[in-house]
């Protein structure tokens, strides 16, 4: 447990100062808008291809992990599933809460993983973080899309959408020149490995500066049933899950720990964005991202510490 507070302290530090810079306008918000889409399109890219073009995924269980997160995510939305009567029943959430409800509880904050494992687990953490995503981006996107259009009376993109969508995310797209360079076998040259270092090591504090300057801690003053609905499947549900998942498949050491950071981090901030466009209630889900960040200062650490302890 002390691994993961250790791990944790200095990424709440620096989203405690994008918080700060923010609050004070140090950065405007239109800047703040550019620093996300030099973190998403650039930065963490640059990353993602030089840990996944090095790594030696033979000594690695990559399968195992995809296999271990892709069942949790689909553990996860059969049970909001089931649960959905209750909901819109006698708990009177309504159709677009539910897809907020689901999207708090399935999807995760790509950065602070990555951030968070580079710390614990080094070059290696941050392959296995990048079979994450591979593993969980595309299933969840096709789920909290169909959701969306079922429940929030959103429209479904169409196949082909939704695959060009897929190929020209930059997570996805990074994922794959990585692999693709792995497969072939050829080192990169110097210059460019010490470019894509110098590139994807910005990553790791400009994105976690972005993060914190979109906490909106105002939306804290009245936390209710659908947020802490939300909190509890994402945070303490989604790596109870994981860790089952993981013992089924064998998962022990630094692959166990990817796999519980990917499931004990707060959900995705951008799952606020695609409520906005596709009719879901975006007020509870800024809510309930504010709500989860701050919940897993404290979970975070005991998740890791319970259910992956170190040695």
């Given at each position: 447990m002390l691994q993961a507070i250790n791990a944790l302290v200095p990424v709440l530090l620096i989203m405690g100062l994008g918080r700060a810079l923010a609050s004070f306008r140090i950065i405007s918000e239109e800047q703040w808008r550019g620093i996300d889409t030099l973190s998403y399109q650039v930065l963490f890219p640059a990353l993602i291809v030089l840990n996944l073009a090095s790594v030696d995924f033979a000594a690695l269980p990559t399968y195992d992990l995809g296999a271990t997160l892709l069942l949790t995510v689909l553990a996860m939305t059969a049970l909001l599933l089931i649960l959905?009567?209750?909901?819109?029943?006698?708990?009177?959430?309504?159709?677009?809460?539910?897809?907020?409800?689901?999207?708090?509880?399935?999807?995760?904050?790509?950065?602070?993983?990555?951030?968070?494992?580079?710390?614990?687990?080094?070059?290696?953490?941050?392959?296995?973080?990048?079979?994450?995503?591979v593993a969980m981006i595309p299933v969840l996107n096709l789920i909290n899309v169909t959701i969306l259009a079922l429940y929030a009376g959103g429209t479904f993109p169409g196949?082909?959408?939704?695959?060009?969508?897929?190929?020209?995310?930059?997570?996805?797209?990074?994922?794959?020149?990585?692999?693709?360079?792995?497969?072939?076998?050829?080192?990169?040259p110097d210059f460019?490995?010490?470019a894509l270092r110098t590139t994807g090591a910005a990553a790791l504090a400009i994105g976690l500066l972005a993060v914190g300057a979109g906490i909106d801690?105002?939306?804290?003053?009245?936390?209710?049933?659908r947020l802490t609905i939300a909190a509890v499947l994402r945070l303490a549900?989604?790596?109870?899950?994981?860790?089952?998942?993981?013992?089924?498949?064998?998962?022990?050491?630094?692959?166990?720990?990817?796999?519980?950071?990917?499931?004990?981090?707060?959900?995705?901030?951008?799952?606020?964005?695609?409520?906005?466009?596709?009719?879901?209630?975006?007020?509870?889900?800024?809510?309930?991202?504010?709500?989860?960040?701050?919940?897993?200062?404290?979970?975070?650490?005991?998740?890791?510490?319970?259910?992956?302890?170190?040695?």
């Open positions: 959905r009567p209750l909901m819109m029943g006698p708990l009177k959430i309504d159709g677009p809460a539910f897809t907020s409800i689901v999207q708090g509880s399935t999807r995760w904050m790509t950065s602070v993983a990555l951030v968070l494992c580079a710390g614990l687990y080094g070059p290696e953490g941050v392959a296995l973080v990048s079979v994450a995503m196949p082909l959408k939704f695959l060009k969508d897929l190929a020209t995310n930059p997570l996805i797209a990074s994922c794959a020149i990585g692999l693709a360079l792995n497969l072939v076998g050829l080192p990169l460019l490995t010490s801690l105002s939306r804290l003053r009245r936390p209710g049933l549900g989604m790596p109870l899950m994981a860790a089952g998942f993981a013992a089924l498949f064998g998962l022990e050491g630094t692959a166990l720990g990817v796999a519980i950071v990917c499931t004990a981090v707060p959900t995705a901030s951008a799952a606020y964005l695609l409520a906005r466009k596709m009719g879901g209630d975006a007020p509870l889900m800024a809510e309930i991202i504010a709500l989860q960040t701050v919940a897993a200062i404290f979970t975070f650490p005991l998740a890791l510490g319970l259910l992956a302890p170190a040695g």
